[in-house]
Each structure stands twice: as structure tokens, then as C-alpha cells.
């Protein structure tokens, strides 16, 4: 690396790989010419009266590596010669010189062996040096010091930066979003050496620091709260707004740009990214005006859109081609592989993982890294003064696999290279900078809910408000006992006798419209949209009298938030327990779901679209599980376990991030440290004008102009 910091031993393996590289190009290449040799007519590496195999082959050989030693010596040269050429003549003067060298490397094999025509030159040459890049970079597509050095050249710095470089300098701060990665699964990590980068940064003296999330324990409550300050009114990942009537999902971009301007409104600044900042792969920008893969500017239409330019700034560099999609395809295979073994192990619990599965985690897992993570060393080559970026890879994996386990294990030892590899990439900024890693929630893991009773928290709410259901959830034994405890509750409540015979249904009188049942992992939130205010428990329970109790006596459920007309708001939860918002503690219905759960219930209980019905599902402390709505074995956005208990790693240069003896608390508290850590950093943060954007009706995109989202 230039510093003095590797062993003996690291260079003899860093010379080794280099000169395997070149091994390997140089057989490519004489390969290569062997072929050409033998389908152009102009192109000769025999002497005239002809040779045999062996000779030919070495005279390719001779042929290749004279090629290559030019190219490498003389080509920079001949380049910089020529820097006030303009770019296009420079091109096609570039085809005639590299094949003048193949020429030169002909001549210079001995008894003429060597011999093609200019024209015929011109094109071997260009074949030759495509394959050979091709093969080179193919190589380096596991080798992060080859990768790292590429990038050193781009930029035009060779070694580390110096202790005494631009004292002026005030230092800048990278912020990356490790997204799922729990406190408890950081620390099981290092602990098992899958982390060794972030391992020696703890030995170093920097502070781990666990923080509660929201009820919302999600990306969407989270790094709208962390980046923008405000996460008011996201009761979940995706809700219904009964005075819009459309359903809200943080990671669609009309969602994203609504839930960002709202912030904004509310906050009155841009965000944290403001001053010279850049928003690297999350679901809102922060304020950045430098921006790549950021969700709520994806949904601009034209040339304002420059979200989707990292994408094309990563791949014209060939190199980058190569080396993420060779790695996509085996992390394609590697998903398969690790799918078929689950399955034939029979590995419980388990989901799906078919169909498109394996595209969607490459993406998570390579492309977006490999963009986001290129996008954010050259934010600190360039000296950008705050950068946040959001590397998805652990929470795509562990919806899937589990948050524990082989697949995720791998998972982490990429992300801590990538963490490593931009840590090194900062000795050779024009700053110095401080890298501040942290998470926007944990996983849980545990069976779906549907997987442990046979049927989803749709079904179980028809069934409690006597409406159909499919009949492969009659046929369960929870299914028949949710219809069975709903017929029940019903004639109880209508004074009647219980009787099988029965059929009460037809005796309702006609159904009103459906409710509308969403799902945020382990949270569910019924809605019925012919209301246009937010529902009671009274209300409810004269339409349909037996669904409260259907829902919160069913063993996959915790407990149910409510509104009521006499108490104000209610929690429900299993054998008939009621208790008042206004006197919820951490005990009682909530005492297994840990500190702060009520503060958490209580503040989601006062927001606008908090849904009819909130549910959270069971949580076993004793083995850390939870059921979630979704089809995810490992799943987050309500309460119970891991989920809720991200983590903030940082410098031991920066300030605590709360007093000793306190706890961090929110997603908007987590801002207010972030933002108290830049102007130690920096100074003052400017915020920016407050955008003015509108998302059209028809939800096809906003018209934004202003600059607090880039």
C-alpha cells in the first residue's frame, strides 16, 4: 500500500498474484495469436519453408510478450506525447500506433518468422489488446489492491496520504449504512473473525453503540428519521391513507419523494447531507446535490434525474463491466447452490427462493455494492465534506436465509472487505476522514406466520369478519379454529346460542367493502377505507363483532393497537387483557418485548395514518423469534427481538453519541448525533431553500425543483 504497514509475507503474496496475472496474459495473448495466425492469409509466425507446433508456438510467445513489454513501456509514452491531440484523432491514431507496435514486436523476432501486412496489424493488434484487458481484468476481479490501484491512477495520487498533507484541511465524514446488520449480529461477527476490519477498529478505541428504533423498525421509518430528521406519520414499510386512498410504500419512488418532502416541510432544512454531501444508494437523499441510486430522485423524468448516472459512470469503465459481472454470475450460482442445500438438508424454517430470487440478490449483493461502494471512494478522492451510503447486501440475504447462518456469514466477510477497501482508499484522500458505520434496524428470525399456522394475517381477518376465505385454510387446523372462534365470538356477541349447525353468515346483513390488510414483516395493519376517520374499537366490534377477538387471542399474535371511543386508544392483547395507551408501561401485554416498547406504541398511536387496527406479532424471548406476515424467515418493522436494536460504530475523535448511563432512543435522535458530529468535523451545517415538490395525482412522478433532494 505504500505506508510501511505491510509484512514481508504480504508482499511476496501480492508479487505472486502479480506475476500470475501476467502468466496468464501472456498464454491468452500467444493463444490469441496462434489463432489469428491461422485464419488471416497476411499473417505469418512461421519461417517460409514452415515449423513445427513447438516452434510456432514459441515464436507466438515471442510475439505476445514483445507486444506486451511495448504496450506497457512505450504506450504511455507515445499517450502523453500526444496529450494536446484532440480526443477523437487521438482514438484513431490510436489504432494505426498499437498495431506500428505489433509490427515492431514482429521485427524484432528473429529469422523473420514474424510478418503481417500494415492493415492486417492494425486489426491483430486491437484483438490482441482487447483480450488481453479482458483477460487481465477478469483476474483482478477478486483482487481489491488491483481494483484499489486502478482507481489511484484515475485519480492521479500513487501512495497514501502524508501525515503533513493539506494541514489546512478539515476532516470529512463517510457515514455507511451496514442495512440489517443488528448490534447483536455486528458483535457475533467480530467475535467469530467474519469482521476483522471493523474487529480492529474496536480494539482501536472506537464506541459500538446499540439505539432503539421506532415501532417502524425499518429502512424507510429509519433513514428518513436519520438522514431528514423527521419520521413523523410512517406508522410502517407500507400503510393506507384513508384521505388519499392510495397505500404508501417506502421503497417505490413516488413513495420515497412523498415521505421526503413531508420531512422536509416538517423539519425546515434539506436535510443532513446539505453542505456538500453526497447520497450513495439509499431511499432518500438527505439534501445531497450529488447523488447515484437514491430511490427519491429516481422518480424524476429527464435530464434532472441523475440518480441513475451512477450506473453509467461505474460501467464505462470496462474494467468495472467485467468485474461485476463475472462476480454477478457467481453469486447467481452461489444463490442456486445454497438453495438446493437447504432444501435437501430440509433446513427449517424456509421460504421460497425461486423464480427471479437469485437476480434480485446478486443485484443487492454486487451490483449495488460494487456501484455504491465505487461511488463513495470517489466522493473522498474528490474531498466531499459528508457522504452516506447504504450497502444492502446482509438484509436482502437474511430475509431469505436467516439472519444467522452460513450465507449471511459470507455476506458479512464481503461487506467488511468493502468496509476495508474504503478505509484504504482514505489514506489516498485529498482529507483526512472519519467513517462512521451504523445500521437502521436488525432481523428476527422465525417461521412465516402463515408457514407456522397454515394461514396469512389476511385470511385470519376475513375469517374474523365472516367473510370467505380460500379453502386450502379451512382445511388447516388454525384456519378451521379462527373460523370456529369468529362464529363463536359472533353469536355470543348477538346474544345467540352457540350452534354447529348454524350458519350465521347468512343472517349478516350485507357486507360492507373489504378491509385492506397490509403487511411490514412482523407487523400487520388492518384498514377498512369506506371510513373515512380511523376506526374504534366500539365501531368495529358493531361491524364485526367477533374480529378484535379473533385477532388478539390467536397464539401468532402479541398483541392489538386500537383506537376507542371511552379510553382514548387500547392494547389488546391474549385472555381478554385491555389496557388504556394512557397507562401502557413495559410490563404487562408489552413486558416481553423489552424497554421503550410502550413509548414506542404510544408515539405511532398519535399519528395521522396510524392504521384501524395495528397488530404485532407473538415474540419469544426465550428463542429471539417472531412470525412475520411476510414470506421472510428473517424479517423487521415492528417490535420483538433483534429488529429493534441497530447499531452506531464511531471514531473515538468524535463525541459520545449519548452521555454514559443513557440510552439512544429513534431514528431522529440518531440524526441530531450525526449532525452534531459534522459540525465538529466542519462547522456549521447551511441548510438549503426548501424544495417545492409535487407528486403528480397519478403518482407518475414529481415536478421538484429546489435543492434539498438533489
Known amino acids: 500500500m505504500g505506508d510501511g504497514r505491510w509484512g514481508g509475507a504480504d508482499r511476496w503474496r501480492s508479487a505472486g498474484r502479480a506475476l500470475g496475472r501476467v502468466a496468464v496474459v501472456w498464454a491468452v495473448s500467444t493463444l490469441t495469436l496462434l489463432i489469428l495466425a491461422g485464419l488471416l492469409p497476411d499473417f505469418e509466425l512461421q519461417s517460409p519453408g514452415g515449423d513445427t507446433f513447438t516452434r510456432t508456438a514459441l515464436t507466438a510467445a515471442a ?144 464506541r459500538l453503540t446499540p439505539w432503539h428504533t421506532d415501532w417502524s423498525s425499518q429502512t424507510g421509518a429509519s433513514q428518513l428519521g436519520i438522514l431528514h430528521g423527521s419520521n413523523e406519520d410512517v406508522p410502517a414499510f407500507r400503510w393506507y391513507e384513508k384521505d388519499t386512498g392510495r397505500v404508501m410504500v417506502s421503497n417505490r419512488p413516488a413513495g420515497a419523494v412523498e415521505l421526503q418532502r413531508r420531512a422536509v416541510r416538517r423539519t425546515g432544512d434539506g436535510g443532513l447531507l446539505t453542505f456538500d454531501g453526497a447520497s450513495r444508494g439509499n431511499l432518500f437523499s438527505g439534501g445531497a446535490d450529488q447523488v447515484a441510486l437514491v430511490l427519491s430522485v429516481a422518480a424524476r423524468r429527464g435530464r434532472r434525474n441523475r440518480s441513475r ?48 430470487y437469485p437476480f434480485v440478490r446478486a443485484f443487492a449483493t454486487v451490483l449495488e455494492r460494487d456501484v455504491v461502494v465505487s461511488a463513495v471512494m470517489g466522493d473522498m478522492l474528490a474531498g466531499r465534506t459528508a457522504v452516506y451510503a447504504d450497502l444492502v447486501a446482509y438484509d436482502e440475504v437474511a430475509h431469505h436465509s436467516g439472519p ?113 390488510v397490509l403487511a411490514s414483516g412482523n407487523l400487520g395493519l388492518v384498514s377498512f377505507p369506506d371510513v373515512p376517520h380511523r376506526m374504534t374499537r366500539e365501531e368495529i366490534d358493531r361491524r364485526h363483532p367477533a374480529l378484535l377477538g379473533t385477532l388478539a387471542n390467536h397464539p401468532g399474535v402479541g398483541f392489538l393497537l386500537v383506537a376507542s371511543a371511552e379510553h382514548g386508544s387500547v392494547v389488546l392483547a391474549r385472555d381478554g387483557v385491555e389496557v388504556p395507551v394512557a397507562a401502557l408501561h413495559d410490563g404487562g401485554p408489552l413486558a416481553v418485548f423489552g424497554p ?100 403528480s395525482p397519478s403518482g407518475g412522478g414529481p415536478d421538484a425543483s429546489g435543492g434539498a433532494d438533489g
Not at 363463536?488 to 347468512?506: F, G, I, S
Request: hydrophobic share 40%; glycine share 10%.
Open 309 to 356: 448516472a451512477g450506473y453509467f459512470a461505474y460501467f464505462s469503465d470496462p474494467a468495472n463491466a467485467v468485474r461485476t459481472a463475472g462476480s454477478f454470475v457467481a453469486e447467481c450460482v452461489r444463490e442456486v447452490f445454497q438453495s438446493v442445500r437447504a432444501l435437501l438438508r430440509r433446513e427449517t424454517p424456509r421460504v421460497s427462493r425461486g423464480g427471479t
Open 63 to 206: 510475439a505476445a510478450g514483445a507486444f506486451g513489454l511495448l504496450g506497457a513501456l512505450v504506450w504511455p509514452l507515445i499517450v502523453r506525447a500526444l496529450l494536446l491531440v484532440p480526443a477523437l484523432v487521438l482514438g484513431l491514431l490510436g489504432f494505426f500506433l498499437n498495431g506500428s507496435l505489433l509490427l515492431v514486436a514482429l521485427w524484432l523476432i528473429p529469422d523473420g518468422r514474424g510478418a503481417a501486412d500494415p492493415e492486417t496489424a492494425v486489426a491483430v493488434a486491437a484483438v490482441m489488446s482487447a483480450v488481453a484487458s479482458a483477460t487481465s481484468t477478469a483476474l483482478a476481479v477478486r483482487d481489491d489492491d488491483a481494483y484499489r490501484r486502478r482507481l489511484y491512477r484515475l485519480t492521479g495520487r500513487t501512495r497514501p496520504r502524508a501525515p503533513g498533507d493539506a494541514p489546512e484541511q478539515v476532516p470529512g465524514t463517510v457515514f455507511l449504512q451496514l442495512d440489517g446488520v443488528g448490534h447483536h449480529v455486528l458483535r457475533g461477527a467480530v467475535a467469530d473473525g467474519l469482521m476483522p476490519t471493523v474487529a480492529g477498529w474496536l480494539d482501536a478505541g472506537h
Open 404 to 516: 444467522h447462518g452460513r450465507d449471511t456469514d459470507q455476506v458479512l466477510r464481503r461487506l467488511d472487505r468493502s468496509i476495508a477497501l474504503i478505509a484504504t482508499v482514505a489514506e489516498h484522500a485529498p482529507r483526512p476522514y472519519r467513517i462512521v458505520l451504523l445500521s437502521d434496524h436488525g432481523q428476527s428470525p422465525g417461521e412465516t406466520f402463515e408457514g407456522a399456522y397454515g394461514l396469512t394475517l389476511k385470511d385470519l381477518v376475513r375469517a374474523g369478519c365472516g367473510l370467505p376465505v380460500p379453502r386450502r385454510v379451512r382445511r388447516t387446523r388454525s384456519g378451521s379454529e379462527a373460523r370456529d372462534a369468529a362464529r363463536d365470538a359472533l353469536r355470543l356477541a348477538l346474544h345467540r346460542p352457540v350452534d354447529e349447525t348454524d350458519d350465521t353468515e347468512r343472517e349478516l346483513p350485507a357486507r360492507p367493502s373489504e378491509p385492506v
Open 596 to 695: 421503550g416498547a410502550a413509548r414506542a406504541v404510544r408515539r405511532t398511536d398519535g399519528f395521522p395514518h396510524v392504521a384501524d387496527i395495528m397488530v404485532n406479532s407473538m415474540y419469544d424471548p426465550a428463542t429471539g423469534t417472531v412470525h412475520a406476515f411476510e414470506e421472510q424467515i428473517g424479517s423487521h418493522g415492528g417490535l420483538g427481538g433483534e429488529q429493534s436494536r441497530p447499531f452506531l460504530l464511531s471514531p473515538p475523535e468524535l463525541s459520545p453519541p449519548v452521555p454514559e448511563g443513557e440510552e439512544l432512543i429513534g431514528a431522529e435522535q440518531v440524526h441530531r448525533v450525526l449532525r452534531r458530529w459534522l459540525r465538529e468535523c466542519s462547522g456549521p451545517q447551511v441548510p438549503v431553500s426548501l424544495p417545492q415538490v409535487r407528486v
